[in-house]
């Protein structure tokens, strides 16, 4: 199996061609078609080949796709032993990162699309909760494209989607929903404006200081201080000063 798959990722064997069959496969590695059988149900599992029920040939070789690690993670994001507050420090990280790269890197056409996103987003507050918070997640993910750094989307990704009930509970629970929501469209726009003006200090500072005050009453004053902490030290890649020492 790790034969394969290096043979694979190195290029060996690429996209749409086959391996060889099970009894070449077999008599290569001097196994049995069980052992062989098992390799190749795992690399199928890992998203790297594709067998064909009844066809002759060997699996067929799938172009490298970033499924599996989403996959991984969505896994590990999902389980009690992380807790809340490394997930949102994971979190705050990779989205003042996301609004950096964004504000660095985007194209006219990738703005046009957060852009389009933000009004989304001002138009889903006259509708419901639910729908206000797929269009919040809609404009993070426009933006974590802009960032064209493909590790970035998957992670916040990923993380979003675990936090996911947690926005449309806070919004639920809140006394004033209206204005909950009204304050994180400004935010929004005051960070897209960050990212319209290629200002990625500015546009990471906002996003990061949106979430830790978005999210800073779930979690205990030990944990904001935690939060706090990190938001100070930040380096430059996710849009902070580094606090003198």
């Avoid at 043979?7 to 069980?34: C, D, N, T, W």
């Avoid at 009004?119 to 426009?142: G, Y």
Wanted: proline share 4%; hydrophobic share 40%; net charge negative.
């Amino acid at each position: 199996m790790e034969q394969v798959e290096m043979a694979i990722l190195s290029g060996k064997a690429r996209p749409g061609e086959h391996l060889p069959s099970e009894r070449e496969l077999m008599g290569q590695f001097a196994v049995s078609r069980s052992t062989v059988r098992e390799a190749l149900r795992v690399l199928e599992s890992h998203g790297l080949v594709q067998s064909r029920p009844g066809d002759p040939n060997g699996p067929i070789v799938l172009p490298i796709s970033s499924a599996p690690l989403q996959k991984s993670m969505t896994r590990l994001a999902s389980t009690q032993s992380l807790t809340l507050v490394e997930l949102l420090q994971f979190r705050i990280l990779l989205e003042g990162t996301s609004a950096f790269l964004a504000a660095e890197q985007r194209t006219k056409e990738q703005l046009a699309k957060m852009e389009s996103a933000l009004e989304d987003l001002i138009s889903s507050a006259d509708q419901t909760q639910t729908e206000f918070s797929r269009a919040d997640l809609a404009f993070h993910e426009a933006m974590a494209e802009a960032s064209q750094n493909t590790l970035v989307q998957i992670c916040a990704q990923v993380v979003r989607g675990v936090t996911l009930d947690l926005i449309t509970g806070k919004v639920a629970r809140s006394e004033a929903p209206d204005d909950l929501m009204q304050s994180w469209i400004q935010r929004h726009t005051n960070v897209l404006d960050a990212i319209r003006k290629k200002d990625g200090l500015t546009a990471a500072a906002l996003m990061r200081r949106d979430l830790y005050d978005y999210y800073a009453p779930y979690v205990t004053e030990e944990e904001q201080q935690r939060l706090r902490r990190m938001m100070e030290d930040a380096g430059p890649a996710t849009g902070g000063a580094r606090k003198a020492r």
